[in-house]
């Protein structure tokens, strides 16, 4: 499958980052499936198993952070991930909020119920892996609309970039691409193609990509500390265990499922 860790001499860094990440979460995939099913497991285990995992998310985070500035388009929309997974992306990874909205999954909490109606009891959790206590329901009611004004807010922050873009340095881009050529290239005979050496433009270009990159940091910063609020702050050993085996799943199931659907697109088109 596409989480083999194994590389080609010249494979892009930020692939074999990724690939690696995900022979990671196989691999802390299997020790919550064997800590959910063990009849002698105990909190402190269950504890240092998931600091364990919450410490490999950071240090994938901290990664990806190191590298933001320069590689930040890849972040952004990685073309080793399927299309699907890539379309499921908010600035280069999950939605913050969405670790949320799969704790009330877990918790069998439907999505179209409001928890407040679960703590009144005008609605009963039905077979949930996680029972929540209502304390606990409504931190996680607080967290969500916390951090989805948060996303929005970064949200608006990247389209504020993305306008300026057309401003500087793309306009200067069309300006200088000029007329009769329509492949880009600036090679022969149109002469309406994009110009090397405009160390202007390059260096608005660059300015663009960099402060792409903060964004994706400023993103992948809250997604970790979304993961850390849940798990440390709200969850006990128990419960954290069960939820992060969900999260592993579904991340796994969307990066496999979304691989498989590619390959079988690509295939139909071959006739």
């Known amino acids: 499958m596409a989480s083999s860790s194994s590389n080609t001499p010249n494979q892009n860094p930020s692939k074999t980052r990724y690939q690696e990440w995900l022979a990671q979460q196989e691999s802390d995939l299997q020790e919550l499936i064997s800590a959910t099913t063990s009849p002698n497991r105990n909190d402190a285990e269950l504890q240092a198993l998931v600091s364990k995992i919450l410490n490999h998310f950071a240090e994938y985070v901290q990664k990806r952070q190191d590298v933001a500035k320069e590689e930040a388009t890849e972040l952004l929309c990685p073309p080793w991930c399927s299309s699907y997974e890539t379309s499921s992306f908010w600035l280069g990874g999950c939605r913050p909020s969405m ?11 439907d999505i179209e119920d409001d928890a407040n109606q679960v703590l009144t009891g005008a609605t009963t959790p039905i077979n949930g892996t996680v029972t929540l ?16 004004k948060a996303e929005d807010k970064l949200s608006s922050k990247m389209a504020n970039l993305q306008e300026d873009m057309v401003d500087k340095p793309l306009f200067q881009l069309v300006k200088e691409r000029g007329v009769g050529s329509g492949d880009g290239g600036g090679g022969g005979g149109g002469g309406g193609g994009i110009r090397n050496g405009n160390d202007d433009v390059e260096k608005g270009m660059r300015m663009h990509v960099e402060a792409m990159g903060e964004i994706v940091k400023e993103a992948d910063k809250m997604r970790l500390e979304m993961m850390n609020e849940v798990v440390r ?4 050993p128990e419960q954290a265990v069960e939820f992060l085996l969900a999260v592993e799943k579904m991340h796994l199931t969307i990066h496999q499922w979304g691989g498989l659907r590619d390959l079988q697109r690509a295939n139909y088109r071959r006739g």
């Open 233 to 236: 702050g709200i969850l006990s």
């Open 99 to 109: 670790a949320t909205r799969l704790l009330f999954c877990v918790a069998g909490i």
């Open 133 to 148: 206590s209502p304390v606990q329901l409504r931190m996680i009611d607080e967290l969500q609309m916390k951090i989805i």
